[in-house]
């Protein structure tokens, strides 16, 4: 069994190796690996309901990625499911997970629309909307369609 240690090992090496060309010449690699995002804050008192579209995107984003995110028109996004974890679990799993996939240009991330909590408000869902319109490298959330989880998910555009 491979245990955590050794996967996050693998993946920095693989992250950061240099191809070489077919001169023979090793090529620089243009990717940056960023730390893991811990700056964040908790939430107490759940917000959004579980119904509620989400929507966040910073001033002088190309409105064609805004809709790539809301018509669910993506190639590839990882996925993360966030269904029974604490508030503070869920923190904990989000900068992992976009640390390790800070390269890609989408993440998806689920998070549920708290039918099982008190008075239908989604206390992950707001943890989710705080977490990613702290986060540096997000540019922009968006609900997701029916298709990929609605309202009780969303995808996120990374800064690249």
Known sequence: MIN????????DSVDTSAPIDKDGQQQTNQRISRAAFT???????????????????KNGLSPKLIKKMKHGTIDFAPTLDLHGQTVVE??????????HHQHEEFIHIIHGKGYHSDNSMSILK?????????????????????????????FALLKQ
């Open 39 to 57: 700056a964040y804050s908790y939430i107490t008192e759940a917000r959004l309901s579980g119904s509620k579209i989400v929507a966040h995107a």
């Open 126 to 154: 707001t943890q989710v909307v705080s977490f990613l319109s702290q986060h540096p490298q997000v540019m922009a959330f968006n609900s997701c369609p029916d298709k990929d989880g609605g309202t009780g998910a969303v």
């Open 90 to 99: 869920a923190c904990e799993s989000m900068s992992q997970f976009m640390y």
């Open 4 to 11: 955590d240690e050794d996967k996050r090992l693998f993946r």
